[in-house]
Every structure is written in structure tokens, then in C-alpha cells.
């Protein structure tokens, strides 16, 4: 697809063809299977200043928290309960949680669980990446939110573009599925950045991409900006299944947030993928990185059972395997 193409898609030229397709895309890799992924977000402290992030450092407004090592593993025991079959740890970027830490929590769900554990925790360095790898973690997800450089440095101020890209190759020479994603919409986003975004971010070749609309956050120096269109993050999630057939593509919680029934028309647009928060419901709708995340007071089993439901009305399979890289599948053999 070039990038004209791209560029004629993302202003609605053909959103019935281009999901269709992508649909038909998702069905010819993956069958009738939605991958499952439950979320431990265990800290909600971050050193970074991301403009478009309520969790920034700067931001006195949050309600602050970190889990023990005790709360993370019951969480994901009741993970595993649930039936699902990966744990995605994510938090803020806390060095208050050293490498030693986590690699114990890894080893320890691992001992416990034959499930994938995910790890979202930014950039971390090559030696800490390394050892969680050593210690059995499975995937690693660090977003670039966009692969323009300049616009890099107008969301995440004082972090270096080149470093977190090469982050991102570090994860995937250590042998992580590795995945990454960009925000649709952000302040200063066009439809010619996004497509070039996609362009770039197909470049790296990466086992998951997310992609889900700006929601601005009133605490955050982006706050008073228009939110990312729903439609636009819905064509680049179906583009990016046409460019990426084996990637995993998740239907964001942004998605639910910014549109009724957001989530299912993720799938719609071709989506594998539907992800939950499984964190200790006396903290999660804490975890405050937009307006309306984490605001289901229901418990994490209604959320799954709904969920699945949901999947099986749509004629698909809510999926019990791992839901491993089939862009490794496809590359070995």
C-alpha cells in the first residue's frame, strides 16, 4: 500500500472496503480466535512529563500508589483464575520498582502460571530488559506514541526520540515479541504524519502494534485540545492489519472510552485482541492516564464473562491459548 493510498483511506475513501478487508485479513491468519490479555497496573508513579499523560510528574492531582510484590501476584492468580492466558504488567515509568524486583515477580508468576507475562514498564536500559528476558518474561510493549521526531519531542519532553526507538530493536535482538504503537489525533498530528506513522512503525516489523484516538486529560498541558477521531484510529488499526497481517492488534480501552461500543468495532476493524484491568479494584480507576480509564467499578470476572460474550456474538472464539507472535511463526518458518 503506498502511501497516497494510506493517505486516501485515513480521510474515508472506502471504510466499508477497508474493514471488510481487514476483517478478511484477521480471519486468513488468526481464524475465528481473540486473544485475551489481562493488565496489572501496579504503580502509578512516573518520572516522565508526557504532555498528554495524567500520570506525568508533574501532575499533583493524581492519587499516587505502588502494589507489593504480594498484591501484583494475587492479581495475577486471580489472572489466571479468570482463565486468561497472558498478564500484561504495566505502570508508570517508577524506578522505585529496581530490575531485581521485577525479574523476581516475573520468575514468580512463571513458577506459579502457565501463562505469557507482558511487560509495559518504558524505557528500562538493555541490561534490566535483558535479565527480565533471562527471568522468563515473554513480551515487552514500549509505545513511541509516533515515529515523527519532531512531534516526539512536543509530547515527551526531555526524552530522546533515537533511544527509545533503539529500545524498541533491543527488545526484539533479545528475542521479546516486541510491540509498539502510536496515538491517533495527538496536537499537531496530521493525516500525512499518521500516514507516514504507519509507514514507520510497519518498518519495524514488530509482533504487536496498538493504535488507539487521543483522549485529553484536563491535568495534563494537552488538556484543553480537541480528542483524537474515533473513525480516523479505526482506519489506521484496519490499514496497519493490511500492512501487518500476523501483528497482534488490540482494540484499545481508548476506543470504549471515546465511543460506544469502541471495542467492538476495534474488531470490526480488525482487531485480535481485547485486553482488561485486572488491578485491585480499591486503586484502579487511579491509574488515571486519560478521562474514563479504568472506570468500571464491576468486578474483573464480569468484565471477562461480558467480554467474552461479547466475542461470541460477534460469530468469533474467545481464545485460551498464549497468543504467541505469529509474525515469529511466520518468520521461522
Known amino acids: 500500500m ?24 484477521r480471519r486468513e491468519i488468526f481464524g475465528d480466535e481473540i486473544y485475551l490479555r489481562g493488565i496489572v497496573e501496579f504503580t502509578s508513579f512516573c518520572r516522565c512529563r508526557c504532555n498528554y499523560c495524567g500520570l506525568r510528574a508533574t501532575n499533583d492531582e493524581v492519587f499516587r500508589y505502588r502494589l507489593t510484590e504480594a498484591e501484583i501476584l494475587d492479581a495475577v492468580d486471580e489472572l489466571a483464575a479468570l482463565g486468561l492466558p497472558t498478564v500484561v504488567l504495566q505502570g508508570g515509568e517508577d524506578p522505585h520498582y529496581d530490575g531485581a524486583f521485577i525479574g523476581r515477580i516475573v520468575r514468580s508468576i512463571k513458577a506459579r502460571h502457565a501463562i505469557a507475562v507482558t511487560l509495559s514498564l518504558g524505557e528500562r536500559g ?18 513511541m506514541e509516533t515515529l515523527n521526531e519532531d512531534l516526539y519531542g512536543t509530547y515527551r519532553p526531555g526524552c530522546d526520540f533515537h533511544q527509545r526507538l533503539a529500545g524498541v530493536r533491543s527488545l526484539q535482538c533479545l528475542g521479546y515479541e516486541a510491540g509498539s504503537g502510536i496515538i491517533t489525533g495527538l496536537p499537531g498530528m496530521t ?6 506513522d504507519i509507514l514507520a512503525v510497519t518498518d519495524l516489523s514488530l509482533d504487536m502494534i496498538s493504535a488507539g484516538p487521543f483522549v485529553p486529560h484536563p491535568q495534563t498541558p494537552f488538556g484543553t485540545e480537541n480528542p483524537g477521531d474515533p473513525q480516523i484510529a479505526l482506519r489506521t488499526m484496519a490499514i496497519l492489519r493490511l500492512l501487518n497481517p500476523h501483528a497482534n492488534i488490540p482494540a484499545t480501552s481508548a476506543l470504549e472510552t471515546v465511543r460506544e461500543e469502541g471495542r467492538k468495532q476495534g474488531i470490526d476493524a480488525g482487531a485480535n485482541v481485547l485486553m482488561f484491568s485486572v488491578t485491585p479494584a480499591s486503586v484502579r480507576k487511579n491509574y488515571a492516564i486519560y478521562p474514563g480509564k479504568n472506570q468500571e467499578t464491576r468486578t474483573a470476572s464480569h468484565t471477562v464473562q461480558k467480554a467474552r460474550e461479547l466475542i461470541r456474538s460477534m460469530g468469533l472464539s474467545p481464545s485460551s491459548s498464549l497468543g504467541g507472535s505469529k509474525v515469529l511463526e511466520k518468520r521461522a518458518g
Open 2 to 25: 503506498t502511501r497516497d493510498e494510506i493517505f486516501a483511506y485515513l480521510q474515508g475513501k472506502d471504510d466499508a472496503g477497508l474493514f471488510a478487508g481487514a476483517r478478511a485479513v
Open 126 to 143: 538493555a541490561e534490566a530488559f535483558s535479565h527480565w528476558r533471562e527471568c522468563g518474561a515473554d513480551r515487552y510493549l514500549l509505545k
Open 191 to 196: 493525516l500525512e504524519t499518521l500516514a507516514d
